[in-house]
C-alpha cells in the first residue's frame, strides 16, 4: 500500500495542490480538519507523516490530542507556517518535528518526507553524521541501519531530530558539542534554527533517556554546549569536537 500523509488544513486550494504534488510523488493523502480524525489517522499502521496547517484554527487542539495521545515522536510531523512565524518554540514543544515556511517549495516538502519522516532509512540518510551501523555508549544502542533506540534493553522512541541529535552524542560521547555544530548534524534544510530551539529538543531527549536510564546522561556544558559523558569519561577532560563560536 501506498504511505499515507496525513494533511490538516482548511485551505481548500492549497489542499488541492499538496494532494496533487504528493500523489504525483506515489503517496496516498488523507485530508483531516477536525482534531479527533487527525489523530485517528495518525495511529494508522501505513501514516508515514502529518502535515499541520498554522493557519487552521483547529491547530493547537489537533497538537493538543496528538500530545494526549502520545503518538508525537512515533509519526514526523511537520508544520507549515507563515514566514514571519513567531510560533517556532511553541510548535516545537507540542511534538513538531519540522517547520515548513509558505509559501512551500515542493522539493523541501518532499525532502523532509524522503529523509525527516521514513522508517528503516540506510545510515547515509541521518545527516552529516551517519557512519557505521550500531552505536553503543552506556546504556544506549542505537541501530542505524533500523533506526531503532534502545536504553536499558527497552525501546526509545524518539523523532527524527531527536534520533539526530542522539546519533551525534553517541559518535562522538565526552565531547562538547556547540549549538550551532548540533544544528549542522540534525537539523535539514536553509531556515535559520534558533539556538533555543536546540536546548528545547535537547530538554526532550534528557528527559526521555532519563525515564529508562535514571540518571542524566547528557549534561550542560555552561556557555560552550552539550556533551554525552559516559562513565570512562566522566573524570577525564572533554575535548571540543566542532566546537564553534557562539552568539
Same mark, same amino acid.
Not at 111 to 123: E, I, N, V
Not at 177 to 194: E, N, Y
Given at each position: 500500500?501506498?504511505?499515507? &500523509?496525513?494533511l490538516?488544513? $482548511?485551505d481548500? $486550494?492549497?489542499?488541492?495542490?499538496?494532494?496533487?504534488?504528493?500523489e504525483?510523488?506515489g503517496y496516498?493523502?488523507?485530508?483531516?480538519?477536525?482534531p !479527533?480524525q487527525v489523530v485517528r489517522?495518525?495511529?494508522?499502521p501505513?501514516?508515514?507523516?502529518i502535515?499541520?496547517?498554522?493557519?487552521s484554527n483547529?491547530l493547537?487542539?489537533?497538537? $493538543?490530542?496528538?500530545?494526549r495521545?502520545a503518538?508525537t515522536? %512515533?509519526?514526523?510531523?511537520?508544520?507549515?507556517v507563515?514566514?514571519n512565524?513567531?510560533?517556532?518554540?511553541e510548535l516545537i514543544?507540542?511534538?513538531i518535528d $519540522?517547520?515548513?515556511? %509558505?509559501?512551500?517549495a515542493p522539493?523541501r516538502l518532499l525532502?523532509?518526507?524522503?529523509?525527516?519522516?521514513?522508517s528503516?532509512?540506510?545510515?547515509?540518510g541521518?545527516g #552529516?553524521?551517519g557512519s557505521g551501523r550500531?552505536? %553503543? #555508549?552506556l546504556?544506549?544502542e542505537?541501530?542505524?541501519?533500523?533506526?531503532?533506540?534502545?536504553?536499558?534493553?527497552?525501546p526509545l522512541?524518539?523523532?527524527p531530530?531527536?534520533f %539526530?541529535?542522539?546519533q551525534?552524542?553517541? #559518535?562522538?560521547?565526552?565531547? &562538547?558539542h556547540?549549538?550551532s555544530?548540533l544544528?549542522? !548534524?540534525?537539523?535539514?534544510?536553509?531556515r535559520p534554527v534558533d539556538?533555543?530551539?536546540?536546548? &528545547?529538543?535537547?530538554?526532550?531527549?534528557?528527559q526521555?533517556?532519563?525515564?529508562?536510564?535514571g540518571?542524566d546522561?547528557?549534561r550542560t556544558?555552561r556557555t560552550?554546549?552539550y556533551?554525552?559523558e559516559t562513565?570512562?569519561?566522566?573524570?577525564a577532560r572533554?575535548?571540543?569536537?566542532?566546537?564553534?563560536?557562539?552568539?
Amino acid at each position: 500500500m501506498k504511505p499515507v &500523509v496525513v494533511l490538516s488544513s $482548511e485551505d481548500a $486550494e492549497f489542499c488541492f495542490l499538496l494532494q496533487y504534488i504528493l500523489e504525483a510523488e506515489g503517496y496516498a493523502v488523507c485530508l483531516a480538519s477536525k482534531p !479527533a480524525q487527525v489523530v485517528r489517522l495518525a495511529d494508522h499502521p501505513n501514516t508515514h507523516a502529518i502535515l499541520l496547517d498554522c493557519s487552521s484554527n483547529n491547530l493547537d487542539a489537533i497538537c $493538543e490530542g496528538l500530545r494526549r495521545s502520545a503518538l508525537t515522536g %512515533r509519526i514526523p510531523i511537520a508544520a507549515l507556517v507563515g514566514a514571519n512565524s513567531d510560533r517556532h518554540i511553541e510548535l516545537i514543544e507540542a511534538g513538531i518535528d $519540522e517547520s515548513l515556511v %509558505r509559501p512551500l517549495a515542493p522539493a523541501r516538502l518532499l525532502q523532509f518526507l524522503k529523509t525527516g519522516a521514513t522508517s528503516g532509512l540506510p545510515g547515509e540518510g541521518l545527516g #552529516q553524521l551517519g557512519s557505521g551501523r550500531t552505536l %553503543r #555508549q552506556l546504556e544506549i544502542e542505537m541501530n542505524l541501519a533500523s533506526q531503532r533506540v534502545r536504553c536499558n534493553g527497552r525501546p526509545l522512541d524518539l523523532a527524527p531530530i531527536g534520533f %539526530r541529535l542522539l546519533q551525534c552524542f553517541l #559518535q562522538f560521547p565526552n565531547t &562538547v558539542h556547540s549549538r550551532s555544530s548540533l544544528i549542522a !548534524a540534525a537539523w535539514r534544510g536553509t531556515r535559520p534554527v534558533d539556538p533555543r530551539t536546540v536546548d &528545547v529538543h535537547i530538554g526532550r531527549l534528557r528527559q526521555a533517556l532519563r525515564q529508562l536510564s535514571g540518571y542524566d546522561a547528557i549534561r550542560t556544558v555552561r556557555t560552550a554546549g552539550y556533551m554525552l559523558e559516559t562513565r570512562a569519561g566522566r573524570s577525564a577532560r572533554p575535548s571540543r569536537h566542532m566546537r564553534a563560536v557562539e552568539g
